[in-house]
């Protein structure tokens, strides 16, 4: 750590999250930072109705990771779950393909009530992790609705349906966010990126959790822009996804598996990046600086060994921030 970094107690930290991998890294940020140091930017590209209600997965994943009510197996859902009123929705032809435990229902009729009372999702979401104890703060990355669609070679299908339903099977040609372009920029996120002594790109998927978030009308260039560090972390180890459909996307789309293709995706938005050592040899072909750690986040502790490493090494890597009155055009 440099003799002008900030102490670890006085750091604010700005998470891009979306899935297990962007919660797992969230919760990690959580345990090693001051309570209220961390604001996690969610996709909500994955949000969609389900009987009758707003559900929003990405969101949730994160709240319950960092509440501690995750289910530990999968990552998702509330642990101890019962699922009465699914099998209640089966006897009565309802689908199905959404497995929505009795807990989780609890959320997302609240979530839908306060949504259909003109409570904006930020919100929301904030009364949410509020009742459930969360510390840091969760913001959706706009309170407008934006939906990722997914242009496969059996047509277009809603996230959801590609990736719960039909399990992926598809192959991906392409992929759009419906709505992203009549979204507004949070100020709650203008402030939290213009504030941050670090931002983090978590190990998320890169074209459905990170794009989508990306998606939001100025948000790209206020990263950009932000003084501090942005650290990436590869959700690629030795040639797979840690999770979720990174990998079959990748090839589908003519890239190569590898942490190098998700740093050449992201470009200049990072000033550094985290490998897995099961891909050090990879390390003198990232063109940023690069931390070679181990990734995998197995536990608790796993999660808050990864994270005080991002932590550090982002501390210690120059931002390549550039003002608007260091360019030629700025008057």
């Known amino acids: 750590m440099t003799a002008a970094s900030p102490s670890l107690s006085q750091i604010r930290v700005v998470a891009l999250a979306g899935g297990v991998g962007g919660a797992k890294l969230a919760m990690g940020l959580q345990q090693i930072l001051e309570p209220g140091a961390l604001t996690v930017v969610v996709n909500t590209g994955d949000d969609f109705e389900h009987w009758g209600l707003h559900i929003c997965p990405d969101l949730d994943t994160v709240l319950y990771n960092l509440a501690g009510l995750n289910n530990p197996e999968y990552g998702w859902g509330r642990a101890e779950e019962d699922f009465n009123v699914l099998a209640e929705m089966e006897r ?11 807990k989780d229902l609890a959320l997302h009729l609240r979530r839908s009530q306060w949504l259909r009372d003109g409570v904006p999702l930020s919100e929301v979401t904030d009364r949410l992790r509020r009742m459930l104890g969360v ?16 242009h496969t070679d059996e047509g277009d299908l809603p ?13 991906l040609i392409d992929l759009s966010f419906i709505g992203a372009d009549r979204a507004k920029l949070n100020p709650d996120i203008k402030r ?54 990174a990998a079959k996307m990748m090839q589908e789309l003519g ?6 293709t998700v740093v050449d995706h992201l470009g200049d938005l990072l000033d550094g990046f985290v490998i897995d050592e099961q891909d050090a040899d990879l390390a003198d072909a990232v063109v940023l600086p690069a931390l070679v750690t181990d990734t995998i986040m197995r536990d608790v502790a796993s999660k808050a060994r990864l994270a005080r490493a991002v932590v550090d090494f982002g501390l210690t890597t120059q931002s390549n921030h550039i003002s608007s009155a260091d360019t030629p055009s700025a008057r």
């Open 92 to 102: 009565y032809g309802g689908e199905d393909w959404f497995r929505v435990g009795d």
């Open 135 to 150: 510390p840091s703060t969760i913001l959706p990355m706009a309170n407008e609705p934006i939906r990722t669609l997914v």
């Open 159 to 171: 996230f959801q349906h590609y990736f719960v339903r039909r399990r992926c099977e598809p192959t």
């Open 192 to 245: 939290a990126v213009d504030r941050a002594d670090l931002i983090v790109f978590c190990p998320s998927n890169p074209y459905v959790s990170i794009d989508p978030i990306l998606a939001v009308p100025g948000l790209r260039e206020r990263l950009r822009q932000a003084k501090a560090p942005k650290i990436g972390v590869s959700p690629i180890v030795s040639g797979q996804a840690i999770k979720g459909p």
């Open 255 to 260: 890239e190569m598996i590898s942490p190098l």
